[in-house]
């Protein structure tokens, strides 16, 4: 008679639930590639790629258990090619911030650095992202009945 869950059940429950960190990832990004500009949102395929990946991970997370390899290898796969076809379509972002305003003012070298390497930021980011789901999948414990 087994009461209690094993140590490897609760590590799949832990990476299960840190998939909600992919959820409040691309919603992050989507805000912070929006904020500049909330009218462009419409226009822009980076955000809407990001938010639509954020309402996709939490159907998901409600709605499924997580319990397949093949499933969760396929939901990495689809995440991957989105993160792809997102480059492959519109490139890389350009930076939300400009030092551009005012050409006789300096910003300094730090901040042009960190503004030239936001969009690069961003694609790791999103990549990085899913870490989560492969967790899970290294985590999956066989559910014995």
Request: glycine share 6%; hydrophobic share 50%.
């Amino acid at each position: 008679m087994k009461t209690g869950k094993s140590p490897a059940e609760y590590r799949f429950d832990d990476s299960r639930n840190l998939f909600n960190a992919t959820i409040v990832g691309n919603l992050l990004l989507a805000v912070f590639m929006a904020a500049p500009n909330l009218a462009d949102f419409p226009y822009s395929g980076h955000v809407q790629t990001s938010f639509y990946t954020a309402c996709l991970a939490f159907a998901l997370q409600r709605l499924y258990n997580w319990g397949s390899q093949k499933a969760n290898a396929l939901i990495l796969i689809v995440y991957l090619a989105a993160c792809g076809a997102e480059y492959a379509i519109w490139g890389l972002p350009g930076s939300p911030l400009s030092t551009k305003e005012d050409p006789y003012m300096g910003k300094g070298l730090f901040l042009e650095i960190v503004l030239w390497s936001l969009p690069l930021i961003y694609i790791g980011l999103r990549v990085l992202l899913a870490l989560p789901i492969v967790l899970t999948m290294i985590s999956l414990v066989p559910r014995s009945s």
